[in-house]
Structure formats: structure tokens, C-alpha cells
């Protein structure tokens, strides 16, 4: 019998009835279950957020920092049983799956912080206007299956930090990391402040239309933050959404090939490409064209894809059956169309365990499927650009805006490039750094909103607004 992993309501670990399978994407191997939520579970556990914000909302900045530091030592010292389930039910290489624990830790440590002071917008010889930030109540968190733990613990600390409380509901795909930290706050969080719920795609628009919930942080996919955002207008509840990206690197001829080669791959195949800041489209000056592309084949040639629990493994399998089968189907397209392949395409990608080949594509078209859509995969076409101007103009040719990244040996060129795209976050000889103190959001269709930072915590309280007129003419 596998482990079977409960929810947390209410301060207590519980069942619901019905169990959900999870599969090991190395060996498509049931490796756990999780309840299965229905609209009277949701209810439950909102019911518990609902009457632990009223104390909640009233406690100290203090009091809501020494949770999330207590959070963030459970995380870190049970982080060797941690990474390996994470790695099991993800499929991310044990080295990336240990840096999605530690980084949960440190997230939660840097986060606890943060504090939005009240500001002072007037203060005149006839008045005192001040601003407060009160919190927005009961938090609805939906996270997707590529970094489950780090996302939802990106929603429940800011969360508390402000005052909220929250029910979270993990991927149905990866919700075993999550429960099993649930598991480990359970007493050190008071009693309804976190709730963790666990079920099917169908669980999603019942939060998001739920009466009682008062605000949605939402990480996943475009089109379902359309949907939550559609969803969530019948009674205006705030929100945040973190969507998908179709990241662009740029290297300039001034960038050293061998150098830039290690780097540039990895920013493509971190969790086997399954990363929404991603280079997903990489524009190589064509000076440099041909000496950088065999770099990153040959570089690609020594790195390992397999089972992620395996030493010496670079690149894990796709999370999940559909997403492999679309990755699957963008490659299938790039090779009917006749596109080249450096290196992946070519491979039979049957057997057990969702494994996809190392794919790097050699100049395709712009309007290629496997340029203009996410691929969220191992796969990186590389494409050749002649002047600045064009290739910014073609960086930003996208309906997404998440990120991107300038590589050059000329520092000032690449942030005056960096300052032309039209995305969230640019990076400059650097790859999906993230400050828990800088915002992080998508422009366009990569987001709403912002998480990270006060900006980040902002979006979980109302502004309020106290003015006193200082010649009190009714005293
Ligand atoms: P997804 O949108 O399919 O699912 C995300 C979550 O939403 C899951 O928990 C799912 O159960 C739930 N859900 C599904 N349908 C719903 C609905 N109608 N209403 C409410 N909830 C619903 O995304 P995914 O496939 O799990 O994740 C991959 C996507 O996430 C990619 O597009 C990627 O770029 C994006 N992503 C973005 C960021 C970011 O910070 N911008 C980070 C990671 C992933």
C-alpha cells in the first residue's frame, strides 16, 4: 500500500473520503495519494481561515515572524527526507530538488522581514493623513507542479506576514512535498492560519468562486489565469497572477562563447526547461553564431538525462504525461516543417518514465511553434540575429512578458538593452536570480500584479487611508 498523505484543516492532518493517485515521472510508479476535495472540504477549510483571520489579522509583526521563521526551520531540517520526495513526485535531479528546499527555507526566512510601514501622506497645519495597510482577509493559493513547494510557500508567508490567512491548493500532480511539509507545521502555525487542501483541476474554480474567500494568488499557466480572472470578478476579489513566459536571451558578438556556453544551457534546462523564467528563445549574434552553438552541443553531448534520484542526472523528465506529450508534439511540428536539430529530435522517446532528449534547434523561424509558444521542455532554439535594433524588436515580438536576459562583456550595452524589453525582470550575464526583496511579475500576458518584496506583500492588503483634521471643531 503507498503512503497516503493528508490535508491540513484547521490545524489538524485529515482525510476526505476519496484518494487521488500520484505518479513518480521517472517510472510512472504510484507513489503516493492524496484526498480528493469537494465543495464541503473547501468549505471546511475556508470556514477555519475565516475564524483564525479574526485573531490573526490583530497579531504583531513579531508574533507572525516567529511563524514563518518556524516554518522555515521545518523546512530545513527535514530538508534530506524533503528534496528526495520532492524529486520523486517532480522529477527534478536531487541537486535542483535540494535547491528548491533550501531556497523554500530562505524565502521563508527573508520574507518573515518584511514589514509594510504606515505611511505619512499629509501632515499640515490643518491635517494628519495616514496610510495603513490592513489585510485583505481570506487567501485562496493555487500553485502549479514545476516548483510545488517553493510556490506555495511564496503564497503562504506573505500571506501570513500581512495578516492573512490562507487555504492553498498544490498541483494535483505534485502535492506530496507540500503535504508533508503541512504535516510538519501543523503545530507550529496556530490553528486555521494555513490550510492545505488537496484534489483535481475541478477544486481551482471552486476557490476562485468561492463567497468567503477574499483574494486569489494564482501561479500556472495563461490561459487558466484568464479563467481565474474571469472567475474572481463576480464579487471583485483581489488578485495576484503569475503566468506563463516565453523568455528571450540575447548574446551580443562581445560575449566569449566558451564562456557563455555552460551558463546559457542551463538557463534553458534548469527542471528539464519546465521553468516559467526560462530562456525559451535564444538570439545568438551570427558573429559568434556558429562557434557558440557548437559549444552548447558539445556541452549538451556530457550532460545526463535520466531518472533525477540518480547520480550524475542533469535533466529529469517532464512532470506529467500531457506535458510531455505537447513538448512531444512541438518537436514533431519542428520536424515536419523540416527545421535542423543540433542535437535531440531523433531519438525514439518510448519506454517507461517521461523522458524527452536534450532538443537544440538550429536557427528555425521565428514563427516556428517551437519559437512562438511556451515549450516548457528540455528544448532550446537558437537563433541567429545581424543588429540590435532587430533583435530587440524580435525579443519583444511576444504576447508574454515574464523575463529575459542580455549576455555581453559590455556591461552598460546590456543594460541598455535590458531596459528595452518589455518584461518584469531582465537579467544581465545572470540567470533566474530572484530577490525575495525585488518584485517579481510578468508585463503583457506573463501576470498580474507582482509577488516578492513590500510590492509583493502589498497585494495582500487593502490601503487605508486615516485622516484627522487637526482643529477639532466638534470637541
Ligand atoms: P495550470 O494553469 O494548468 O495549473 C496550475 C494550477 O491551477 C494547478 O493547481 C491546477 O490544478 C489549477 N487549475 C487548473 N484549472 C483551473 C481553473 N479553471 N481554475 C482554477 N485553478 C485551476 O499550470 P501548470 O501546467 O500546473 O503549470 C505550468 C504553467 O505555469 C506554465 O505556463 C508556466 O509558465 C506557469 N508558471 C508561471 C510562473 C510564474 O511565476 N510566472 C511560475 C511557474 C509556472
Known amino acids: 500500500m503507498v503512503t497516503q498523505y493528508k490535508n491540513l484543516i484547521n490545524g489538524e492532518m485529515v482525510e476526505t473520503g476519496e484518494w487521488l493517485d500520484v505518479v513518480n515521472p521517472a517510472n510512472e510508479e504510484v507513489i503516493g495519494q492524496v484526498p480528493s476535495c469537494d465543495a464541503d472540504d473547501l468549505d471546511r477549510a475556508v470556514a477555519a481561515a475565516r475564524a483564525a483571520f479574526k485573531t490573526w489579522k490583530n497579531t504583531s509583526h513579531e508574533e507572525r515572524q516567529a511563524a514563518c521563521m518556524a516554518i522555515s526551520a521545518a523546512i530545513k531540517e527535514n530538508a534530506d527526507e524533503l528534496y528526495r520526495l520532492l524529486t520523486s513526485e517532480q522529477g527534478k535531479p536531487h541537486a535542483q530538488a535540494k535547491g528548491e528546499i533550501f531556497g523554500a527555507a530562505g524565502i521563508s526566512k527573508a520574507q518573515s522581514t518584511l514589514k509594510l510601514e504606515d505611511v505619512i501622506s499629509e501632515d499640515s497645519d490643518t491635517r494628519l493623513s495616514r496610510t495603513r495597510r490592513v489585510p485583505v482577509g481570506v487567501v485562496g493559493g493555487i500553485v502549479p507542479w514545476n516548483f510545488p513547494l517553493m510556490m506555495a510557500i511564496q503564497k503562504i508567508v506573505p500571506a501570513l506576514m500581512s495578516g492573512c490567512t490562507i487555504?492553498?491548493?498544490?498541483?494535483?500532480?505534485?502535492?506530496?512535498?507540500?503535504?508533508?511539509?503541512?504535516?510538519?507545521?501543523?503545530?507550529?502555525?496556530?490553528?486555521?492560519?494555513?490550510?492545505?487542501?488537496?484534489?483535481?483541476?475541478?477544486?481551482?474554480?471552486?476557490?476562485?468562486?468561492?463567497?468567503?474567500?477574499?483574494?486569489?494568488?494564482?501561479?500556472?499557466?495563461?490561459?487558466?489565469?484568464?479563467?481565474?480572472?474571469?472567475?474572481?470578478?463576480?464579487?471583485?476579489?483581489?488578485?495576484?497572477?503569475?503566468?506563463?513566459?516565453?523568455?528571450?536571451?540575447?548574446?551580443?558578438?562581445?560575449?566569449?562563447?566558451?564562456?557563455?556556453?555552460?551558463?546559457?544551457?542551463?538557463?534553458?534546462?534548469?527542471?528539464?526547461?519546465?521553468?516559467?523564467?526560462?530562456?525559451?528563445?535564444?538570439?545568438?549574434?551570427?558573429?559568434?553564431?556558429?562557434?557558440?552553438?557548437?559549444?552548447?552541443?558539445?556541452?549538451?553531448?556530457?550532460?545526463?538525462?535520466?531518472?533525477?534520484?540518480?547520480?550524475?542526472?542533469?535533466?529529469?523528465?517532464?512532470?506529467?504525461?500531457k506535458q510531455y506529450e505537447r513538448v512531444l508534439e512541438l518537436i514533431e511540428d519542428a520536424k515536419d516543417n523540416g527545421y535542423k536539430f543540433l542535437t535531440g529530435g531523433d531519438k525514439d522517446p518510448s519506454g517507461t518514465g517521461y523522458y524527452v532528449p536534450i532538443t537544440i534547434l538550429d536557427n528555425p523561424p521565428e514563427d516556428a511553434r517551437i519559437v512562438a509558444e511556451e515549450q516548457f521542455g528540455p528544448v532550446m532554439p537558437l537563433m541567429k540575429f545581424s543588429s540590435e535594433e532587430e533583435v530587440i524588436e524580435r525579443a519583444n515580438n511576444s504576447e508574454y512578458g515574464l523575463a529575459g536576459a542580455v549576455w555581453t562583456a559590455d556591461t552598460d550595452k546590456g543594460v541598455e538593452i535590458a531596459e528595452r524589453l518589455e518584461t518584469g525582470t531582465v537579467w544581465v550575464n545572470e540567470f533566474m536570480h530572484l530577490s525575495p526583496f525585488a518584485p517579481f511579475g510578468g508585463h503583457k500576458q506573463s501576470g498580474f500584479g507582482a509577488e516578492y518584496g513590500l510590492d509583493g506583500m502589498k497585494e495582500f492588503t487593502y490601503p487605508q487611508v486615516i485622516t484627522i483634521k487637526k482643529d477639532n471643531v466638534v470637541a
Open 167 to 321: 487555504v492553498l491548493k498544490p498541483s494535483p500532480f505534485t502535492p506530496l512535498t507540500t503535504l508533508r511539509v503541512a504535516e510538519l507545521i501543523a503545530d507550529k502555525v496556530p490553528a486555521g492560519t494555513v490550510n492545505i487542501i488537496t484534489g483535481e483541476d475541478a477544486l481551482g474554480p471552486m476557490i476562485t468562486g468561492h463567497p468567503d474567500i477574499d483574494k486569489i494568488t494564482f501561479t500556472g499557466s495563461t490561459e487558466t489565469g484568464k479563467k481565474i480572472m474571469e472567475g474572481a470578478s463576480s464579487d471583485l476579489k483581489r488578485i495576484t497572477l503569475e503566468l506563463g513566459g516565453n523568455d528571450a536571451s540575447i548574446v551580443l558578438p562581445d560575449a566569449d562563447p566558451k564562456k557563455v556556453a555552460e551558463q546559457l544551457f542551463w538557463s534553458s534546462f534548469q527542471n528539464a526547461g519546465q521553468v516559467c523564467i526560462a530562456a525559451k528563445r535564444v538570439y545568438i549574434h551570427e558573429d559568434i553564431y556558429d562557434e557558440l552553438s557548437a559549444a552548447l552541443a558539445e556541452y549538451a553531448a556530457q550532460v545526463k538525462v535520466g531518472d533525477g534520484s540518480q547520480q550524475g542526472t542533469g535533466v529529469g523528465p517532464i512532470q506529467n504525461k
